[in-house]
């Protein structure tokens, strides 16, 4: 079946647009994660949803971010006032549960100018 | 509060040597260990994982790596890089209950 899917694949946002990024899991995974990696900095952790349990947030940076999961399958991460500190790879990836190894999307690169 | 550290953020080996990236991990509980690569502009693909069965683990592409409790250690080895193997690698811990969380990964650079 399909893989997990992100889009889009690239954006470029002026500093301090909104911007939002989608995630498409893999469909029946229940587990859906967001990280962001920067150059050099490996994977951050951002926030985690396991099926309709209040979702872990405890990665978020700051209170500009925020996610949503609509229906237990397509989330949606969104950057309020995007600063130029901001500009990463946002990866997605989905699980059948939370300690089932996980599938990654491509990414969305994020250029905050 | 589980934590990965990767030795060595860039490893170059010749076409045809072994492959040795190391890894360590600090679990309050027993892990669950991964193995994940990155190819230039892609997603991370999972090579192996170590759920408490047996501590030889073998993954796709030819690699293999070993939990070894006493050193807190899953070091990722393959006897043979191939340039195909060029990537960053990234080595990653759970507690089961926890989201994974990865080390800053390692760039490993074959040369032919």
């Known amino acids: 079946g399909a893989g997990v899917s992100q889009s889009p694949s690239n954006k470029v946002t002026e500093k301090g647009k909104d911007v939002e990024l989608r995630c498409d899991p893999i469909?029946?995974?229940?587990?859906l994660y967001w990280y962001r990696q920067s150059l050099g900095q490996g994977l951050e952790f951002l926030i985690y949803?396991?099926?309709?349990?209040?979702?872990?947030k405890s990665g978020l940076p700051s209170d500009r971010f925020s996610a949503e999961r609509t229906g237990g399958s397509v989330s949606t991460l969104t950057i309020q006032r995007t600063q130029q500190e901001d500009s990463a790879v946002y990866l997605c990836?989905?699980?059948?549960?939370?300690?089932?190894?996980?599938?990654f999307g491509p990414g969305t690169r994020l250029t905050v100018t | 509060a589980q934590s990965v550290t990767q030795l060595g953020s860039h490893v170059s080996v010749s076409e045809g040597a072994l492959v040795l990236l190391r890894c360590n991990y600090s679990s309050s509980v027993p892990p669950y260990l991964f193995w994940y690569v990155q190819y230039p502009n892609q997603g991370l693909q999972l090579l192996l994982k170590y759920t408490s069965a047996a501590t030889l683990v073998k993954g796709i592409n030819g690699f293999e790596a070993e939990f070894k409790k006493s050193e807190t250690s899953f070091h990722l080895t393959k006897p043979s890089a191939h340039m195909s193997d060029a990537a960053e690698y990234f080595c990653a811990v759970s507690e089961g209950n926890t989201p994974l969380v990865f080390g800053k990964g390692t760039r490993l650079s074959v040369i032919a």
């Open positions: 469909s029946g995974h229940t587990a």
């Open positions: 990836a989905s699980s059948r549960d939370r300690v089932n190894e996980q599938y």
């Open positions: 949803f396991q099926g309709n349990s209040a979702p872990d």
